[in-house]
Protein backbone atom coordinates (compact mmCIF):
# COMPACT_ATOMS: atom_id res chain seq x y z
CA UNK A 1 0.00 0.00 0.00
CA UNK A 2 0.99 3.59 -0.78
CA UNK A 3 1.04 6.57 1.15
CA UNK A 4 -1.18 8.10 -1.11
CA UNK A 5 -4.91 8.55 -1.12
CA UNK A 6 -5.64 6.46 -4.32
CA UNK A 7 -2.99 5.01 -7.15
CA UNK A 8 -4.97 7.59 -9.80
CA UNK A 9 -7.09 10.63 -9.77
CA UNK A 10 -8.48 11.13 -13.13
CA UNK A 11 -9.70 14.85 -13.54
CA UNK A 12 -12.43 15.04 -16.17
CA UNK A 13 -15.19 12.28 -16.82
CA UNK A 14 -15.66 12.81 -20.14
CA UNK A 15 -14.60 9.92 -22.73
CA UNK A 16 -11.19 9.35 -22.00
CA UNK A 17 -11.27 10.35 -18.19
CA UNK A 18 -13.79 7.22 -17.57
CA UNK A 19 -12.13 5.18 -20.18
CA UNK A 20 -8.86 4.88 -18.53
CA UNK A 21 -10.36 5.10 -14.73
CA UNK A 22 -12.39 1.71 -15.40
CA UNK A 23 -9.47 0.23 -17.26
CA UNK A 24 -6.89 1.58 -14.54
CA UNK A 25 -9.48 -0.55 -11.59
CA UNK A 26 -9.00 -4.01 -14.34
CA UNK A 27 -5.13 -3.65 -13.35
CA UNK A 28 -6.20 -3.61 -9.47
CA UNK A 29 -5.91 0.28 -9.10
CA UNK A 30 -7.62 2.47 -6.51
CA UNK A 31 -9.05 4.63 -8.58
CA UNK A 32 -11.29 8.07 -7.77
CA UNK A 33 -12.26 10.95 -10.61
CA UNK A 34 -13.23 14.52 -10.34
CA UNK A 35 -16.14 15.87 -12.21
CA UNK A 36 -17.01 19.57 -12.35
CA UNK A 37 -20.31 18.89 -14.51
CA UNK A 38 -21.72 16.28 -15.33
CA UNK A 39 -20.44 13.04 -15.28
CA UNK A 40 -19.54 11.64 -19.82
CA UNK A 41 -18.63 14.69 -20.68
CA UNK A 42 -18.87 16.53 -23.79
CA UNK A 43 -19.25 13.61 -25.98
CA UNK A 44 -22.31 12.39 -24.38
CA UNK A 45 -23.77 15.67 -22.95
CA UNK A 46 -23.02 18.31 -25.37
CA UNK A 47 -21.67 16.74 -28.11
CA UNK A 48 -21.47 13.35 -30.57
CA UNK A 49 -24.58 11.23 -28.72
CA UNK A 50 -27.13 14.67 -28.74
CA UNK A 51 -25.77 16.22 -32.09
CA UNK A 52 -26.48 12.72 -34.00
CA UNK A 53 -30.01 12.31 -32.09
CA UNK A 54 -30.79 15.91 -33.37
CA UNK A 55 -29.00 14.80 -37.22
CA UNK A 56 -31.93 11.93 -36.72
CA UNK A 57 -34.48 13.89 -36.16
CA UNK A 58 -33.13 16.65 -39.00
CA UNK A 59 -33.12 13.63 -41.81
CA UNK A 60 -36.90 13.06 -41.34
CA UNK A 61 -37.20 16.05 -43.25
CA UNK A 62 -35.72 13.82 -46.38
CA UNK A 63 -38.12 11.06 -45.45
CA UNK A 64 -40.83 13.36 -45.86
CA UNK A 65 -39.84 14.85 -49.09
CA UNK A 66 -38.78 11.29 -51.11
CA UNK A 67 -42.03 9.59 -49.51
CA UNK A 68 -44.33 11.08 -52.35
CA UNK A 69 -41.70 8.69 -55.10
CA UNK A 70 -42.26 5.62 -53.44
CA UNK A 71 -46.20 6.00 -53.60
CA UNK A 72 -46.64 7.90 -50.12
CA UNK A 73 -49.15 10.44 -49.51
CA UNK A 74 -47.59 12.85 -46.49
CA UNK A 75 -49.95 15.74 -45.08
CA UNK A 76 -47.86 18.65 -44.01
CA UNK A 77 -45.40 17.54 -41.23
CA UNK A 78 -44.89 19.67 -38.49
CA UNK A 79 -41.95 20.14 -36.28
CA UNK A 80 -41.70 20.89 -32.62
CA UNK A 81 -37.83 21.92 -31.63
CA UNK A 82 -39.00 21.66 -27.61
CA UNK A 83 -40.02 17.93 -27.68
CA UNK A 84 -37.35 16.83 -29.31
CA UNK A 85 -35.25 18.50 -27.16
CA UNK A 86 -37.17 17.24 -24.26
CA UNK A 87 -36.59 14.00 -25.57
CA UNK A 88 -32.87 14.23 -26.52
CA UNK A 89 -32.36 15.70 -22.66
CA UNK A 90 -34.05 12.43 -21.16
CA UNK A 91 -31.99 10.55 -23.27
CA UNK A 92 -28.96 12.52 -22.08
CA UNK A 93 -29.55 11.88 -18.60
CA UNK A 94 -30.65 8.62 -18.83
CA UNK A 95 -26.88 8.24 -20.20
CA UNK A 96 -25.43 9.98 -17.30
CA UNK A 97 -26.88 7.39 -14.81
CA UNK A 98 -25.48 4.18 -16.82
CA UNK A 99 -22.26 6.15 -16.66
CA UNK A 100 -22.16 6.86 -13.15
CA UNK A 101 -23.17 3.08 -12.42
CA UNK A 102 -20.28 2.26 -14.68
CA UNK A 103 -18.07 3.93 -12.50
CA UNK A 104 -19.39 2.64 -9.17
CA UNK A 105 -19.17 -0.92 -10.13
CA UNK A 106 -15.71 -0.09 -11.36
CA UNK A 107 -15.46 1.01 -7.39
CA UNK A 108 -14.14 4.44 -9.11
CA UNK A 109 -14.53 7.07 -6.49
CA UNK A 110 -16.23 10.16 -7.92
CA UNK A 111 -15.51 13.38 -6.23
CA UNK A 112 -18.15 16.03 -7.37
CA UNK A 113 -16.52 19.55 -7.90
CA UNK A 114 -14.02 21.61 -10.41
CA UNK A 115 -10.19 20.12 -9.75
CA UNK A 116 -7.19 21.81 -9.41
CA UNK A 117 -3.74 20.27 -8.84
CA UNK A 118 -1.87 21.31 -5.25
CA UNK A 119 1.44 19.27 -6.58
CA UNK A 120 2.26 16.42 -8.88
CA UNK A 121 0.03 14.19 -6.18
CA UNK A 122 -2.05 16.33 -4.45
CA UNK A 123 -5.65 17.95 -6.20
CA UNK A 124 -8.04 19.60 -4.16
CA UNK A 125 -11.45 19.44 -5.49
CA UNK A 126 -14.81 20.13 -3.66
CA UNK A 127 -12.97 21.82 -0.44
CA UNK A 128 -10.83 18.63 0.12
CA UNK A 129 -7.51 17.32 -0.46
CA UNK A 130 -6.94 14.35 -2.27
CA UNK A 131 -3.20 12.47 -3.27
CA UNK A 132 -2.21 9.88 -5.98
CA UNK A 133 0.84 8.48 -6.88
CA UNK A 134 -0.47 9.17 -10.43
CA UNK A 135 -2.59 12.27 -11.59
CA UNK A 136 -4.80 12.07 -15.00
CA UNK A 137 -5.95 14.84 -16.60
CA UNK A 138 -8.42 14.57 -18.96
CA UNK A 139 -10.32 17.77 -18.92
CA UNK A 140 -11.45 18.07 -22.53
CA UNK A 141 -12.05 21.19 -24.63
CA UNK A 142 -14.60 24.20 -24.70
CA UNK A 143 -15.80 26.12 -27.11
CA UNK A 144 -12.92 28.70 -28.25
CA UNK A 145 -13.92 32.49 -28.85
CA UNK A 146 -11.58 34.35 -30.71
CA UNK A 147 -11.16 37.86 -30.91
CA UNK A 148 -14.44 39.97 -32.76
CA UNK A 149 -16.04 42.49 -31.31
CA UNK A 150 -19.49 41.08 -29.49
CA UNK A 151 -19.28 37.70 -30.19
CA UNK A 152 -21.16 36.94 -27.05
CA UNK A 153 -23.90 38.00 -29.13
CA UNK A 154 -23.33 34.28 -30.68
CA UNK A 155 -24.40 30.89 -29.02
CA UNK A 156 -22.23 28.05 -29.17
CA UNK A 157 -23.19 24.27 -30.19
CA UNK A 158 -23.56 24.06 -26.02
CA UNK A 159 -26.69 26.39 -26.56
CA UNK A 160 -27.68 25.28 -30.14
CA UNK A 161 -27.90 22.01 -28.07
CA UNK A 162 -30.81 23.29 -25.53
CA UNK A 163 -33.09 25.41 -27.38
CA UNK A 164 -36.60 25.14 -27.47
CA UNK A 165 -37.61 27.90 -29.98
CA UNK A 166 -36.65 26.66 -33.80
CA UNK A 167 -34.28 30.02 -35.03
CA UNK A 168 -35.84 31.45 -38.25
CA UNK A 169 -32.64 32.75 -39.62
CA UNK A 170 -29.48 31.05 -38.16
CA UNK A 171 -26.41 31.98 -39.26
CA UNK A 172 -23.45 29.77 -38.71
CA UNK A 173 -20.08 31.24 -38.73
CA UNK A 174 -16.76 28.49 -39.13
CA UNK A 175 -16.81 25.30 -41.78
CA UNK A 176 -15.27 22.45 -39.61
CA UNK A 177 -17.09 19.82 -38.36
CA UNK A 178 -19.49 21.49 -36.02
CA UNK A 179 -20.43 24.18 -38.51
CA UNK A 180 -21.15 22.21 -41.00
CA UNK A 181 -22.91 19.25 -38.95
CA UNK A 182 -25.39 22.00 -37.05
CA UNK A 183 -25.93 23.76 -40.36
CA UNK A 184 -27.33 20.97 -42.17
CA UNK A 185 -29.14 19.87 -39.20
CA UNK A 186 -31.06 23.25 -39.05
CA UNK A 187 -31.77 23.01 -42.77
CA UNK A 188 -33.89 20.59 -42.02
CA UNK A 189 -35.64 21.00 -39.25
CA UNK A 190 -36.77 24.43 -41.89
CA UNK A 191 -34.60 27.09 -40.36
CA UNK A 192 -33.05 29.46 -42.82
CA UNK A 193 -29.71 28.58 -42.38
CA UNK A 194 -26.59 30.73 -44.00
CA UNK A 195 -23.03 29.11 -43.32
CA UNK A 196 -20.82 31.75 -43.66
CA UNK A 197 -16.55 31.03 -43.38
CA UNK A 198 -13.09 32.29 -44.77
CA UNK A 199 -12.21 29.87 -46.69
CA UNK A 200 -13.60 29.02 -50.41
CA UNK A 201 -14.74 25.26 -49.16
CA UNK A 202 -16.18 23.68 -45.62
CA UNK A 203 -13.79 21.30 -43.91
CA UNK A 204 -10.24 22.66 -44.52
CA UNK A 205 -7.76 19.53 -44.63
CA UNK A 206 -10.35 17.39 -46.09
CA UNK A 207 -9.92 15.82 -49.64
CA UNK A 208 -11.06 18.51 -51.87
CA UNK A 209 -13.04 16.15 -53.98
CA UNK A 210 -15.06 15.56 -50.80
CA UNK A 211 -15.12 19.90 -49.93
CA UNK A 212 -16.60 20.21 -53.48
CA UNK A 213 -19.30 17.93 -53.27
CA UNK A 214 -20.55 18.66 -49.65
CA UNK A 215 -20.49 22.42 -50.56
CA UNK A 216 -22.32 21.57 -53.63
CA UNK A 217 -25.02 19.10 -51.98
CA UNK A 218 -25.45 21.43 -49.20
CA UNK A 219 -26.22 24.44 -51.25
CA UNK A 220 -28.96 21.94 -53.09
CA UNK A 221 -30.26 21.37 -49.46
CA UNK A 222 -30.68 24.92 -49.15
CA UNK A 223 -27.70 26.11 -46.74
CA UNK A 224 -26.81 29.77 -47.82
CA UNK A 225 -22.93 29.01 -48.57
CA UNK A 226 -20.76 32.38 -48.03
CA UNK A 227 -17.18 31.36 -48.52
CA UNK A 228 -15.00 34.42 -48.00
CA UNK A 229 -16.67 35.70 -45.39
CA UNK A 230 -13.98 36.53 -42.45
CA UNK A 231 -16.50 38.02 -39.17
CA UNK A 232 -15.07 40.66 -37.26
CA UNK A 233 -18.07 42.27 -35.69
CA UNK A 234 -21.62 41.30 -34.31
CA UNK A 235 -23.89 44.01 -33.04
CA UNK A 236 -27.84 43.53 -32.23
CA UNK A 237 -30.05 45.18 -34.98
CA UNK A 238 -33.68 45.79 -35.17
CA UNK A 239 -34.50 42.55 -36.18
CA UNK A 240 -31.84 40.30 -34.75
CA UNK A 241 -28.27 40.08 -35.05
CA UNK A 242 -26.37 41.80 -37.53
CA UNK A 243 -22.86 40.43 -38.32
CA UNK A 244 -20.14 42.26 -40.49
CA UNK A 245 -17.28 40.77 -41.81
CA UNK A 246 -13.78 42.08 -43.09
CA UNK A 247 -14.55 43.06 -46.77
CA UNK A 248 -17.81 45.07 -45.72
CA UNK A 249 -20.47 41.99 -45.87
CA UNK A 250 -23.04 42.30 -43.91
CA UNK A 251 -25.50 38.89 -42.86
CA UNK A 252 -28.40 39.66 -39.95
CA UNK A 253 -29.78 36.37 -38.49
CA UNK A 254 -32.14 35.19 -35.83
CA UNK A 255 -29.33 33.54 -34.03
CA UNK A 256 -25.59 33.22 -34.72
CA UNK A 257 -23.58 30.18 -33.93
CA UNK A 258 -20.19 30.55 -33.17
CA UNK A 259 -18.26 27.43 -34.46
CA UNK A 260 -14.48 28.68 -34.22
CA UNK A 261 -13.12 25.87 -33.71
CA UNK A 262 -12.35 24.44 -29.56
CA UNK A 263 -9.48 24.50 -27.00
CA UNK A 264 -8.07 22.91 -24.37
CA UNK A 265 -9.61 23.49 -20.59
CA UNK A 266 -6.52 24.05 -19.40
CA UNK A 267 -7.80 27.22 -16.89
CA UNK A 268 -7.74 27.85 -13.49
CA UNK A 269 -6.00 23.88 -13.22
CA UNK A 270 -2.76 24.96 -11.82
CA UNK A 271 -1.00 22.99 -14.02
CA UNK A 272 2.19 25.23 -14.73
CA UNK A 273 2.49 25.83 -11.06
CA UNK A 274 3.38 22.38 -10.45
CA UNK A 275 5.33 22.42 -13.92
CA UNK A 276 2.69 20.79 -16.24
CA UNK A 277 4.25 22.71 -19.81
CA UNK A 278 1.67 23.40 -22.60
CA UNK A 279 2.16 24.44 -26.05
CA UNK A 280 2.52 27.93 -26.49
CA UNK A 281 0.21 28.20 -29.91
CA UNK A 282 -2.95 25.80 -28.70
CA UNK A 283 -2.41 25.84 -24.73
CA UNK A 284 -3.14 22.02 -25.09
CA UNK A 285 -1.15 19.92 -22.27
CA UNK A 286 2.62 18.84 -24.05
CA UNK A 287 2.46 15.18 -24.27
CA UNK A 288 5.09 12.08 -25.03
CA UNK A 289 3.76 9.61 -27.39
CA UNK A 290 2.53 7.80 -24.08
CA UNK A 291 0.61 10.93 -23.05
CA UNK A 292 3.31 11.88 -20.32
CA UNK A 293 3.30 15.41 -19.44
CA UNK A 294 6.63 16.85 -18.27
CA UNK A 295 5.88 16.23 -14.94
CA UNK A 296 6.52 12.85 -14.22
CA UNK A 297 3.22 11.77 -11.83
CA UNK A 298 1.16 13.43 -14.46
CA UNK A 299 -0.45 12.29 -17.59
CA UNK A 300 -2.84 13.46 -20.26
CA UNK A 301 -5.49 12.25 -23.01
CA UNK A 302 -8.08 13.63 -24.79
CA UNK A 303 -8.63 16.71 -26.44
CA UNK A 304 -6.73 18.68 -23.68
CA UNK A 305 -3.87 17.14 -25.67
CA UNK A 306 -5.13 18.57 -28.97
CA UNK A 307 -3.83 15.39 -30.75
CA UNK A 308 -7.28 14.07 -32.69
CA UNK A 309 -10.55 15.45 -30.94
CA UNK A 310 -12.50 12.41 -31.24
CA UNK A 311 -13.95 10.48 -28.64
CA UNK A 312 -12.49 7.25 -30.11
CA UNK A 313 -9.24 8.46 -29.69
CA UNK A 314 -9.85 9.68 -26.25
CA UNK A 315 -10.82 6.40 -25.30
CA UNK A 316 -7.86 5.06 -26.99
CA UNK A 317 -5.26 6.90 -25.26
CA UNK A 318 -7.04 6.85 -21.83
CA UNK A 319 -6.73 2.78 -22.17
CA UNK A 320 -3.29 2.38 -23.43
CA UNK A 321 -2.29 5.26 -20.38
CA UNK A 322 -3.91 2.74 -17.85
CA UNK A 323 -2.27 -0.14 -19.19
CA UNK A 324 1.13 1.29 -19.35
CA UNK A 325 1.24 2.65 -15.73
CA UNK A 326 -0.98 0.06 -13.81
CA UNK A 327 -1.33 -3.52 -16.47
CA UNK A 328 2.94 -3.51 -17.15
CA UNK A 329 2.17 -3.35 -20.86
CA UNK A 330 3.45 -0.23 -22.12
CA UNK A 331 1.61 0.68 -25.65
CA UNK A 332 0.94 4.01 -27.52
CA UNK A 333 -2.08 4.81 -29.53
CA UNK A 334 -1.03 5.31 -33.45
CA UNK A 335 -2.76 8.60 -34.96
CA UNK A 336 -1.59 8.09 -38.21
CA UNK A 337 -4.63 5.87 -39.20
CA UNK A 338 -7.56 7.90 -37.73
CA UNK A 339 -11.05 6.68 -39.40
CA UNK A 340 -13.83 9.97 -39.27
CA UNK A 341 -17.03 10.68 -40.12
CA UNK A 342 -18.68 14.07 -40.34
CA UNK A 343 -22.35 13.81 -40.00
CA UNK A 344 -23.32 16.37 -42.87
CA UNK A 345 -26.23 15.23 -45.02
CA UNK A 346 -24.86 13.69 -46.93
CA UNK A 347 -22.37 12.89 -44.57
CA UNK A 348 -18.47 11.79 -45.05
CA UNK A 349 -16.45 8.72 -44.09
CA UNK A 350 -12.35 9.05 -44.32
CA UNK A 351 -9.73 7.37 -43.18
CA UNK A 352 -6.05 7.75 -44.48
CA UNK A 353 -4.24 9.88 -46.51
CA UNK A 354 -6.05 13.07 -48.62
CA UNK A 355 -4.37 13.12 -52.22
CA UNK A 356 -2.78 16.27 -51.47
CA UNK A 357 -1.17 14.61 -48.60
CA UNK A 358 -0.42 11.37 -50.11
CA UNK A 359 1.86 13.44 -53.15
CA UNK A 360 3.25 15.41 -50.39
CA UNK A 361 4.60 12.50 -48.24
CA UNK A 362 6.24 11.61 -51.80
CA UNK A 363 3.75 8.40 -52.80
CA UNK A 364 3.05 8.31 -56.55
CA UNK A 365 -0.38 7.88 -56.22
CA UNK A 366 -3.22 6.11 -58.30
CA UNK A 367 -6.87 7.23 -57.99
CA UNK A 368 -9.97 5.29 -58.40
CA UNK A 369 -13.31 6.99 -58.05
CA UNK A 370 -16.92 5.97 -58.11
CA UNK A 371 -19.67 9.41 -58.99
CA UNK A 372 -22.86 7.91 -59.12
CA UNK A 373 -26.77 8.50 -58.34
CA UNK A 374 -27.67 6.37 -55.33
CA UNK A 375 -30.75 4.43 -56.17
CA UNK A 376 -33.02 5.48 -53.66
CA UNK A 377 -32.63 8.99 -55.28
CA UNK A 378 -34.42 7.88 -58.66
CA UNK A 379 -37.34 6.89 -57.76
CA UNK A 380 -37.29 10.27 -54.90
CA UNK A 381 -36.79 12.09 -57.89
CA UNK A 382 -33.54 13.61 -56.51
CA UNK A 383 -30.47 15.11 -57.75
CA UNK A 384 -27.74 14.16 -55.14
CA UNK A 385 -25.09 12.26 -56.03
CA UNK A 386 -22.76 9.89 -54.42
CA UNK A 387 -18.61 9.96 -54.45
CA UNK A 388 -16.24 7.55 -53.13
CA UNK A 389 -12.39 7.94 -53.65
CA UNK A 390 -9.49 5.64 -53.09
CA UNK A 391 -6.03 6.62 -53.23
CA UNK A 392 -3.43 3.73 -53.60
CA UNK A 393 0.34 3.79 -53.70
CA UNK A 394 1.00 2.56 -57.13
CA UNK A 395 4.46 1.31 -56.46
CA UNK A 396 3.40 -1.18 -53.64
CA UNK A 397 -0.76 -1.27 -53.98
CA UNK A 398 -1.53 -0.56 -50.59
CA UNK A 399 -4.65 1.58 -50.09
CA UNK A 400 -3.29 4.91 -48.63
CA UNK A 401 -6.77 6.82 -48.11
CA UNK A 402 -10.50 6.78 -48.81
CA UNK A 403 -12.87 9.32 -48.56
CA UNK A 404 -16.58 8.93 -49.49
CA UNK A 405 -19.32 11.19 -49.14
CA UNK A 406 -23.29 10.08 -49.82
CA UNK A 407 -25.68 8.69 -48.11
CA UNK A 408 -24.48 6.33 -44.83
CA UNK A 409 -20.87 7.04 -45.64
CA UNK A 410 -20.24 7.81 -41.65
CA UNK A 411 -21.34 3.74 -41.34
CA UNK A 412 -19.34 2.30 -44.60
CA UNK A 413 -16.03 3.93 -43.84
CA UNK A 414 -16.19 1.87 -40.21
CA UNK A 415 -15.64 -1.45 -42.08
CA UNK A 416 -13.61 -0.37 -44.64
CA UNK A 417 -11.22 1.20 -41.61
CA UNK A 418 -10.83 -2.37 -40.62
CA UNK A 419 -9.39 -3.08 -44.39
CA UNK A 420 -7.39 -0.61 -44.32
CA UNK A 421 -6.03 -0.58 -40.72
CA UNK A 422 -5.20 -4.02 -41.91
CA UNK A 423 -3.33 -2.42 -44.71
CA UNK A 424 -5.33 -3.81 -47.72
CA UNK A 425 -4.46 -3.63 -51.15
CA UNK A 426 -6.11 -2.36 -53.91
CA UNK A 427 -6.17 -5.85 -55.43
CA UNK A 428 -7.74 -7.09 -52.05
CA UNK A 429 -10.84 -4.57 -52.17
CA UNK A 430 -11.12 -5.86 -55.84
CA UNK A 431 -11.00 -9.50 -55.13
CA UNK A 432 -13.74 -8.96 -52.49
CA UNK A 433 -17.47 -9.95 -53.26
CA UNK A 434 -19.54 -6.99 -54.19
CA UNK A 435 -23.02 -7.07 -51.74
CA UNK A 436 -25.71 -6.25 -53.86
CA UNK A 437 -27.71 -3.83 -54.34
CA UNK A 438 -26.11 -1.42 -51.91
CA UNK A 439 -23.73 2.32 -52.42
CA UNK A 440 -20.91 0.30 -50.53
CA UNK A 441 -19.83 -2.27 -53.42
CA UNK A 442 -18.73 0.83 -55.44
CA UNK A 443 -15.72 0.08 -53.05
CA UNK A 444 -15.33 -3.61 -55.16
CA UNK A 445 -15.82 -2.14 -58.12
CA UNK A 446 -13.78 0.88 -59.23
CA UNK A 447 -11.95 -0.79 -62.06
CA UNK A 448 -10.82 2.18 -63.98
CA UNK A 449 -7.97 4.61 -62.33
CA UNK A 450 -8.64 8.30 -63.14
CA UNK A 451 -6.98 10.07 -65.75
CA UNK A 452 -6.00 5.91 -67.68
C1 LIG B 1 -20.91 19.37 -30.78
C2 LIG B 1 -19.85 18.30 -30.77
C3 LIG B 1 -20.05 17.15 -31.50
C4 LIG B 1 -19.08 16.15 -31.49
N1 LIG B 1 -19.31 15.03 -32.24
C5 LIG B 1 -18.39 14.05 -32.25
C6 LIG B 1 -18.62 12.86 -33.00
O1 LIG B 1 -19.65 12.71 -33.67
N2 LIG B 1 -17.68 11.89 -32.96
C7 LIG B 1 -16.51 12.04 -32.24
O2 LIG B 1 -15.69 11.12 -32.22
N3 LIG B 1 -16.27 13.16 -31.52
C8 LIG B 1 -17.18 14.17 -31.52
N4 LIG B 1 -16.94 15.29 -30.78
C9 LIG B 1 -15.68 15.40 -30.03
C10 LIG B 1 -15.75 14.61 -28.69
O3 LIG B 1 -16.88 15.01 -27.96
C11 LIG B 1 -14.48 14.84 -27.88
O4 LIG B 1 -13.35 14.52 -28.67
C12 LIG B 1 -14.45 13.97 -26.63
O5 LIG B 1 -15.56 14.20 -25.80
C13 LIG B 1 -13.16 14.25 -25.84
O6 LIG B 1 -13.14 13.51 -24.66
P1 LIG B 1 -12.26 14.01 -23.44
O7 LIG B 1 -12.29 12.90 -22.44
O8 LIG B 1 -10.95 14.49 -23.90
O9 LIG B 1 -13.02 15.28 -22.87
P2 LIG B 1 -14.53 15.59 -22.49
O10 LIG B 1 -15.45 14.55 -22.99
O11 LIG B 1 -14.76 16.99 -22.90
O12 LIG B 1 -14.55 15.47 -20.90
C14 LIG B 1 -13.87 16.38 -20.08
C15 LIG B 1 -14.58 16.46 -18.74
O13 LIG B 1 -13.75 17.14 -17.82
C16 LIG B 1 -14.55 17.95 -17.00
N5 LIG B 1 -13.68 18.97 -16.42
C17 LIG B 1 -13.01 19.96 -17.07
N6 LIG B 1 -12.26 20.66 -16.20
C18 LIG B 1 -12.45 20.11 -14.99
C19 LIG B 1 -11.95 20.38 -13.68
N7 LIG B 1 -11.07 21.36 -13.44
N8 LIG B 1 -12.37 19.62 -12.64
C20 LIG B 1 -13.27 18.62 -12.84
N9 LIG B 1 -13.77 18.31 -14.05
C21 LIG B 1 -13.36 19.04 -15.10
C22 LIG B 1 -15.61 18.49 -17.95
O14 LIG B 1 -16.75 18.95 -17.26
C23 LIG B 1 -15.89 17.25 -18.81
O15 LIG B 1 -16.94 16.48 -18.26
C24 LIG B 1 -17.90 16.31 -30.73
C25 LIG B 1 -17.70 17.47 -29.97
C26 LIG B 1 -18.67 18.45 -30.00
C27 LIG B 1 -18.44 19.70 -29.18
N1 LIG C 1 -18.27 14.07 -36.32
C1 LIG C 1 -17.24 14.26 -35.50
O1 LIG C 1 -16.44 13.38 -35.27
C2 LIG C 1 -17.06 15.59 -34.81
C3 LIG C 1 -18.12 16.48 -34.73
C4 LIG C 1 -17.91 17.69 -34.09
C5 LIG C 1 -16.66 17.99 -33.56
N2 LIG C 1 -15.65 17.09 -33.65
C6 LIG C 1 -14.30 17.39 -33.14
O2 LIG C 1 -14.29 18.65 -32.50
C7 LIG C 1 -13.29 19.47 -33.09
C8 LIG C 1 -13.72 20.90 -33.05
O3 LIG C 1 -14.72 21.13 -34.03
P1 LIG C 1 -14.98 22.59 -34.57
O4 LIG C 1 -15.91 22.49 -35.74
O5 LIG C 1 -15.33 23.48 -33.44
O6 LIG C 1 -13.55 23.08 -34.97
P2 LIG C 1 -12.69 23.00 -36.30
O7 LIG C 1 -11.32 23.31 -35.86
O8 LIG C 1 -12.97 21.75 -37.04
O9 LIG C 1 -13.28 24.22 -37.16
C9 LIG C 1 -13.14 25.56 -36.75
C10 LIG C 1 -13.59 26.49 -37.87
O10 LIG C 1 -13.53 27.83 -37.40
C11 LIG C 1 -12.77 28.63 -38.31
N3 LIG C 1 -12.17 29.73 -37.54
C12 LIG C 1 -11.36 29.65 -36.47
N4 LIG C 1 -11.06 30.90 -36.02
C13 LIG C 1 -11.69 31.78 -36.83
C14 LIG C 1 -11.80 33.20 -36.89
N5 LIG C 1 -11.15 33.98 -36.03
N6 LIG C 1 -12.55 33.74 -37.85
C15 LIG C 1 -13.20 32.97 -38.74
N7 LIG C 1 -13.15 31.63 -38.75
C16 LIG C 1 -12.41 31.03 -37.81
C17 LIG C 1 -11.79 27.66 -38.93
O11 LIG C 1 -11.30 28.16 -40.14
C18 LIG C 1 -12.71 26.43 -39.11
O12 LIG C 1 -13.51 26.56 -40.25
C19 LIG C 1 -13.11 18.92 -34.51
O13 LIG C 1 -11.84 19.21 -35.03
C20 LIG C 1 -13.32 17.45 -34.31
O14 LIG C 1 -12.10 16.85 -33.96
C21 LIG C 1 -15.83 15.90 -34.28
Same mark, same amino acid.
Given at each position: MSDYDFDLITIGAGSGGVAASRRATVHGARVAICEGDRVG???VIRGCVPKKLLMYASQFADAF??????GWEIVPPSFDLAALTAAKNRETARLETIYRKMLADAKVTLLEGQAR??????V?????????GHILIATGGTPSAPAIDGLELAISSNELLDLTELPRRLLVLGAGYIAVEFAGIFAGFGSEVIQAYRADLPLRGFDDDIRTRLA?????????????????????????????????????ADVVLSAL?????????????VGVELDAKSGAIRVSPDSRTTVDSIYAVGDVTDRAALTPVAIAEGRAFADTVFGNTPRVVDHRLIATAVFSQPSIGT #? %??????? /?? @????????? !????????TLAGRTERAYMKVIVDTASDKVL???? #? %??????? /?? @????????? !????DLDRTLAVHPTSAEELVLLRTARGA
Open positions: GTCADAPGFLVDAHTEVGGRRVSATAMSERGVALRPGFAPVKLERSANGIRCTAKNGEVIEGRRPNTDGLGLTE #I %GLSEPDA /IA @AGHQVTVFE !ADFRPMKHGAHL #I %GADSGEI /IQ @ALAIAITMG !ATKA
